[in-house]
């Protein structure tokens, strides 16, 4: 059994954890996929029915295998076939702001540059852009190639109230530093999830 809200592990097992409601992160730890020597992947987008993946153009066999891979574990952990990949480069920080996503499940992962931002929403209290010094120490922020797969405020997740909330935020990035970045999300939320 998990013990907190957040838990890491090194192989792709630590999500299973996620089915149990005190859970409200799990983050496999993984060296980024993407080649050195690879040039970026344009910016586009997959949906899965659950057969198949349809992605709108052309992207290096490396990133559709990691897709593919990553929506599996979305659609396992979500009950949901269906799910919505975005793969894009980042060059400012797109979600400045704390908090939590509009849908059951989101898997962030960033392929270059830092990965989201995050803390518990006890440890920032109302400082939801992390401007004060006593944020910025609690802020934790995840490596290349992590994968963060975070619970969202939809129906499907019963969370435990004794247990803290989890809040993540985009890192800075800009065209000297843009940031690869992969989401994705299911594409229905399950009702019946406990």
């Known amino acids: 059994m998990a013990v907190g809200a957040v838990v890491q592990g090194q192989t792709p097992t630590v999500f299973t954890t996620l089915f149990e409601p005190q859970v409200r992160m799990a983050i496999w730890s993984r060296p980024s996929p993407m080649p050195p020597d690879a040039p970026p992947p344009a910016d586009f987008t997959a ?19 990691d897709i593919q891979g990553l929506g599996e574990i979305v659609a396992a952990i979500s009950g949901c076939e269906t799910w919505r990949a975005r793969c894009e480069t980042v060059t400012r920080r797109a979600c400045p702001r704390f908090h939590q996503d509009a849908v059951p499940v989101r898997l962030i992962v960033a392929y270059e540059g830092p990965g989201p931002e995050w803390a ?42 004794e247990f803290p909330v989890v809040l993540h935020r985009s890192p800075p990035a800009g065209r000297r530093a843009p940031r690869r970045v992969l989401t994705i999300d299911a594409a229905l939320d399950r009702e019946d999830r406990v």
């Open 120 to 161: 518990f929403a006890g440890e920032i209290g109302e400082d939801l852009d992390g401007r004060k010094t006593g944020t910025r120490r609690r802020v934790r922020t995840l490596h290349p190639g992590d994968i963060a797969i975070i619970k969202g405020t939809a129906p499907g997740w019963a969370a435990w109230p």
């Open 47 to 65: 949906d899965c029915d659950g057969r198949w993946i349809a992605p709108s153009g052309p992207a290096p066999e490396w990133l559709l295998q």
